[in-house]
């Protein structure tokens, strides 16, 4: 499987660029899907990696933190251009992620950055299959990425043997537990296979995301407790507490 086009944002003009055709995208379906790479991301480590894949343009962007430092959030070409923080905070424009919380926990206490117009799509995952299995109140434990992406992105066998090699190979390159280390996202100049493993998971959150939206159809109060869970993800991340890794795996109600 070919790796999907991408643009590595490490320069002033280059960002200009990326913030220019993504500041006025149509809202629907959501135009922006974000992931965020670092060491023990969170409000205790670091952002060195930020992807943007920008559907309408089938595109990712990927913008180094550990090279733009503070200045890929706050930078602008001109005082009517947007710059990133505004995107980010702003409800009007859509941002997809798959687990909200520690992306929401290291822009806030790292800098100083509120998401909103945010949808969760692991939350839409809990609920979607909530309607499927015909279970109200207290349901299964949440789903990660690499399990949803193979049960729900229709993958054929090929597709998905590779999408496995890649995770796979990635655990590997960064996980401490089969002899990697987070570290290798701030490494420079960037590894090939640190690209490649960034972007092969953003890429299908657009497909993640359409599976959950028609699900969900017309549940108008299954879409409300959608809501709900991913806005108290996002005050959480604004608290004074951090949920560990098992606390993390129970459902959003």
Not at 158 to 165: G, I, Q, S, T, V
Request: net charge positive.
């Amino acid at each position: 499987m070919a790796v999907p086009q991408y643009t590595l944002i490490e320069t002033l003009p280059a960002l200009a660029a990326m913030l220019s055709s993504i500041s006025d995208l149509p809202n629907h379906p959501p135009p922006l899907y974000l992931d965020l790479e670092g060491e023990r991301l969170g409000r205790h480590g670091t952002i060195a990696i930020i992807q943007i894949h920008v559907l309408p343009q089938n595109h990712t962007y990927l913008l180094d933190i550990t090279t733009l430092g503070r200045e890929a959030f706050t930078f602008r070409e001109n005082l009517q251009a947007k710059n990133l923080k505004t995107i980010l905070e702003s409800p009007s424009i859509t941002k997809c992620l798959f687990d909200v919380r520690n992306d929401a926990d290291a822009l806030f206490n790292l800098y100083d950055i509120s998401l909103r117009g945010v949808q969760d799509i692991q939350v839409m995952n809990y609920a979607a299959r909530e309607v499927r299995n015909g279970v109200r109140g207290r349901g299964p434990r949440v789903m990660g990425l690499a399990k949803s992406i193979a049960a729900d992105c229709g993958l054929n066998r090929a597709a998905l043997a590779e999408f496995e090699r890649k995770k796979e190979e990635g655990g590997m390159i960064f996980n401490p537990q089969f002899g990697g280390s987070y570290a290798v996202f701030a490494e420079r100049p960037l590894r090939q296979d640190v690209l490649e493993y960034c972007v092969g998971d953003v890429v299908h959150l657009p497909t993640l995301w359409r599976k959950y939206h028609d699900i969900l159809g017309g549940r108008g109060w299954l879409r409300s407790k959608v809501q709900s869970a991913t806005l108290g993800r996002l005050e959480d991340a604004k608290g004074t507490s951090v949920l560990s890794g098992r606390q993390k795996a129970f459902g959003p109600w």
